[in-house]
């Protein structure tokens, strides 16, 4: 591998591992939130149950995930300063914006969630998963327009060898942008439906005694599932209008792109006509559980095609038609250096994936009977789970 492929796997290893992270938290958090919503209009236990516990999973994942994320902003500073020297004008100020939005806002609200548990008034502690959720949205919307602006650098000029904002407006309707940003956040509610669907599977498989916490929790999660995969197809098909001519020519994108495409319709299918007209079944049907599980890494691994295909499809540009990858580099980088970072970086996101996915099992596995969340907190039920 020469020095350019090198940093071009550097960035596929951080991005595609970090986005591992990501996708889940866009399924997550509006869930948590829905859920949290009905505890706090009714009051009832099993809402508090849900909430408790798959609030939990959330946590887990976005605390790990938010590790990955400084990785990124490494690796960015490290490899590719001409990018920053060509087009920092415009590309800093939405990467700028995201690295506020998800490391401060959006972990502050987490932070008064978990810690303000039984503490903070009712409907207090209800905005705080609610502003995490609008403020991980947000992050994402932010991140979507800095990576538009690399599919089709809109709204700028070039003066004087560098790229300067003209038009902030058209960064935001950008065309690579607008269907684009739905997509991953239907693709994200499709897999955060998805873990729902495959954790109480396995949970109803070992005949847990929380018959009751994962049918319903099946249930949210199929059609969640349903709802996310309508629209990721939808936005996905709208996106054709956004993308860049000639972007397919490239084998390898195009390959992406098909595995995407193909697998996702199948899945599509099978969660829109057969799991959601069996949803009253699929709980009670032991014989699916092992399927059901099997099928939830899918959304994560289409999810990578699907930038893959983005991503690759861009080459060699790193700003489509101004600046290519190779003069996006960081100048005087050796082949040394980027595979000591490469490994580095590797090791460590490949370390919080496998730590993040051990913790979750581990959670999943000891049910919903005494969730670590909201646990020896003024007026705390202790067991909520119990009266399911
Ligand atoms: C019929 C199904 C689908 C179609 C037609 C479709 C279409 C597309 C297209 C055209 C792109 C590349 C856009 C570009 O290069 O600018 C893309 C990217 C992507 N896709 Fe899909 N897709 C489908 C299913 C899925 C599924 C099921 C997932 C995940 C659960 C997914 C996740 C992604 C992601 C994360 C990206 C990268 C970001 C983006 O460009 O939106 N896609 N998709």
Redo the contacts with the bound molecule.
């Keep these: 591998m020469d020095l350019l492929d090198l940093a071009r796997t550097q960035f596929a290893v951080t991005g595609g591992l970090h986005?591992l992270f990501v996708?889940l938290t866009l399924g997550m958090a509006p869930l948590v939130a829905l859920m949290h919503t009905r505890w706090a209009m009714t009051g009832r236990p099993h809402h508090e149950a849900m909430t408790r516990f798959w609030g939990q999973i959330y946590v887990i994942n976005y605390a790990l995930g938010i590790v990955t994320g400084l990785v990124m902003e490494f690796q960015f500073g490290l490899a590719w300063s001409g990018l920053s020297h060509y087009a920092g004008d415009v590309f800093g100020a939405p990467l700028a914006m995201e690295t506020l939005l998800a490391f401060f806002l959006e972990s502050t609200f987490l932070g008064l969630w978990i810690f303000g548990w039984g503490r903070l008034p009712r409907w207090l502690h209800l905005a705080c998963i609610w502003l995490v959720t609008l403020t991980a949205y947000a992050s994402a919307f932010f991140i979507?327009l800095a990576?538009?602006f690399l599919?089709n650098p809109a709204g700028s000029v070039a003066r004087d060898g560098r790229l300067e904002l003209v038009d902030f407006g058209a960064l935001l309707t950008n065309k690579?942008l607008v269907?684009?940003?739905p997509?991953?956040v239907?693709?994200?509610l499709?897999?955060g439906g998805m873990v729902l669907v495959g954790a109480s599977a396995y949970m109803l498989r070992r005949r847990t005694e929380q018959v009751e916490f994962f049918t319903r929790s099946m249930r949210l999660g199929v059609v969640t599932a349903a709802i996310?995969?309508t629209f990721?197809?939808g936005?996905?098909?709208a996106?054709?209008a956004?993308?860049?001519d000639g972007?397919w020519d490239n084998t390898g994108?195009a390959l992406a792109?098909a595995l995407?495409?193909?697998?996702?319709?199948l899945?599509?299918l099978v969660v829109l006509l057969v799991m959601l007209p069996l949803i009253r079944f699929l709980p009670r049907w032991r014989w699916a559980h092992p399927l059901l599980v099997a099928m939830t890494p899918?959304?994560?691994v289409?999810?990578?095609?699907?930038?893959v295909?983005?991503?690759v499809?861009?080459q060699p540009w790193m700003v489509w038609g101004k600046l290519t990858v190779a003069d996006a580099m960081t100048p005087g980088l050796t082949a040394g250096m980027v595979t000591a970072s490469l490994a580095g970086f590797a090791g460590v996101l490949g370390l919080l994936a496998v730590v993040d996915y051990v913790l979750i099992a581990r959670a999943i596995r000891r049910g919903p009977r005494e969730p670590d969340l909201g646990a020896g907190v003024p007026g705390e039920t202790r067991t909520p789970a119990l009266s399911l």
């Design positions: 986005f996708v979507m990576n538009s599919q690579a269907f684009s940003f997509h991953v239907a693709a994200g499709f897999t996310g995969v990721t197809m936005f996905g098909y996106q054709f956004g993308v860049q972007k994108a792109l995407m495409m193909e697998v996702g319709q899945l599509g899918l959304p994560f289409l999810s990578i095609a699907g930038w295909a983005r991503e499809g861009r």
